[in-house]
């Protein structure tokens, strides 16, 4: 859309059924889903149309039975190379595999395709554009204040409106404190991740390698994961609150492997990913947040493709069947994300909290049931820890089968109070309490 076309549509069309913020995977694929089903829709981007698509990301979708559930699937061209699943190495450890279909995406040309389906389905785009504050008024918000350069600040007024804008989640932040969805996120809840695209030979892996090593990356882990044509995504990811010099962490790393020896990098990048759990509450009236804005990202892994398009698929649902935008009519995307993808992220936030901070041989020995196994991972990230590797655990000694058994209890309590998630509003507020309770239990023995 050329600069004179979209002042016309900031002129002529101030009002949409829904405005959403944020053109990266979530707001598009919602933008998409909710024009489909007929309502009017704008999305609003602050990078210019050429820049759409473009993130610093590791590229890989975990492709598992909740994409296939919903039937979302990428199209080969933008697929370079489909993977196996994870191989996760832990120092001293053999390794483990954890089984999945991986696909490496080509992730600017898959942003972009994602950008012109919602574009195929009538969406108004406001590219360049910033969004800078919701409009608020008797409790709800009606809408969101746009400005571009050089052009003076607009209301786009909406019934609905969504914070799809990523981790800096920007127009939830600025509403009211005492609203639900305004949980407080610190900097200890993100990690800041260097990641580089390098050209190297040898790299048929059929697999993507995770690290997770305390003296090289502390509180965090390191990808390797191969691309198509001798492409390598390679990257660290640390809690913000950990100071490391991440390329130098990066480096030192690769340095250690013969494959990158002479390899060249193609292209090198910083980005900030949700490293805790998601949102306990991702609506209001006239409000919704998905994808990295409602930090549903697995934690530990930093993986946010699929839960973006998870969420934006059940919000788009939820809101094309409301018949108000209100709290209580948009209520069902909180239960439906939280009791599915949400009940495991819990899990993998509780589990990643508590071995964060286990020093390199604790983690051996909670580990070493594991090694050299090979695992399913949507079983392992729901962890169906069963009686053989409990009783395996209990041989190799009392204080490793404490180590499991207390972990797995955490595990347990976290996994029972959300699938208690309220179905109604009225009941959230003491079931939020229990939930605090819990995240303030991990956190004060992890940091
Ligand atoms: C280095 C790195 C590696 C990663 N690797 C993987 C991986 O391998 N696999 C995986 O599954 N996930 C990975 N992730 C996470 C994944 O990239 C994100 O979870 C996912 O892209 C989130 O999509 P989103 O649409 O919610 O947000 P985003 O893609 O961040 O989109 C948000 C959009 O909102 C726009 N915006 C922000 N503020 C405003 C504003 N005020 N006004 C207008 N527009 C605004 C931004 O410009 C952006 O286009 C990685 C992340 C990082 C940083």
């Known amino acids: 859309m050329d600069r004179a076309a979209s002042r016309w549509v900031l002129v002529m069309v101030p009002k949409f059924d829904v405005a959403i913020v944020g053109a990266g995977v979530a707001g598009c694929l919602m933008a998409a889903g909710l024009a489909k089903k007929g309502l009017s829709v704008c999305l609003i981007e602050r990078k210019p149309i050429s ?41 001293g450890l053999d390794v483990i595999t954890l089984k999945a279909k991986v696909l ?12 012109e389906r919602a574009l195929d389905q009538g969406v108004t785009p406001f590219e360049s554009t910033i969004a800078i504050n919701p409009i608020i008024s008797d409790g709800w918000v009606k809408g969101v204040k746009v400005k571009r350069l050089n052009e003076p600040p607009l209301t786009i007024n ?14 939830r932040r600025k509403l009211p404190r005492e609203w639900w969805v ?13 990641r580089e695209i390098r050209l190297a030979e040898g790299f048929d892996d059929d697999y993507c390698s995770i690290y997770y090593d305390q003296a090289i990356s502390p509180m965090g882990y390191l990808w390797i994961f191969p691309k198509s044509k001798g492409k390598v995504n390679v990257g660290v990811g640390l809690r913000m609150n950990v ?46 947040v998905i994808g990295d804005a409602a930090y549903q990202a697995t934690c530990g892994l930093g993986e946010g493709l699929r839960p973006s398009i998870v969420s934006a698929y059940l919000a788009a649902q939820e809101a094309a069947e409301a018949a108000y935008y209100g709290l209580e009519d948009l209520w069902g995307y ?52 069963d009686a053989k590797i ?29 699938t208690a998630y309220p179905e109604a509003s009225k009941n959230y507020p003491e079931w939020s309490l229990r939930a605090d309770n819990f995240w303030s239990k991990i956190k004060a023995s992890t940091y």
Not at 104 to 115: I, K
Not at 182 to 194: G, P, Q, W
Not at 394 to 414: D, M, N, P, S, T
């Open 51 to 91: 820049k759409i698509g473009v993130k610093v990301c590791g590229d890989a979708l975990i492709a598992d039975s909740k994409l296939k559930e919903i039937g979302f699937q990428p199209p080969k061209g933008y697929v370079e190379r489909e993977l196996y699943g994870f191989k996760v190495y832990v120092p």
């Open 158 to 171: 909406s019934g609905l409106t969504v914070d799809a804008s990523g981790v800096a989640s920007f127009l």
């Open 390 to 418: 409990l009783a395996h655990s209990a041989k190799l000694g009392l204080q490793q089968f404490k180590e499991l058994i207390g972990e797995w209890r955490l595990v347990r309590e976290v996994k029972s109070i959300y």
């Open 334 to 385: 909180n239960v439906k994300y939280l009791k599915t993808l949400g009940l495991a992220q819990v899990q993998s936030a509780a589990f990643t909290y508590y071995f964060e901070r286990l020093s390199d041989e604790r983690r051996n020995k909670l580990l070493s049931n594991f090694a050299e196994g090979s695992f399913n991972l949507e079983a392992f990230l729901n962890f169906k820890i």
């Open 104 to 115: 490496l995406l080509d992730r600017e040309g898959f942003g972009r395709w994602l950008f």
């Open 182 to 194: 305004s949980e407080e996120v610190t900097r200890y809840d993100l990690a800041l991740c260097y």
């Open 243 to 288: 100071k490391a010099p991440l390329r130098e962490v990066l480096h030192h790393h690769l340095a250690c492997d013969p494959r990158f020896n002479s390899s060249r990098i193609l292209h090198a990048g910083w980005g900030v990913v949700p490293a805790r759990h998601p949102l306990k509450c991702f609506t209001s009236n006239g409000f919704m």
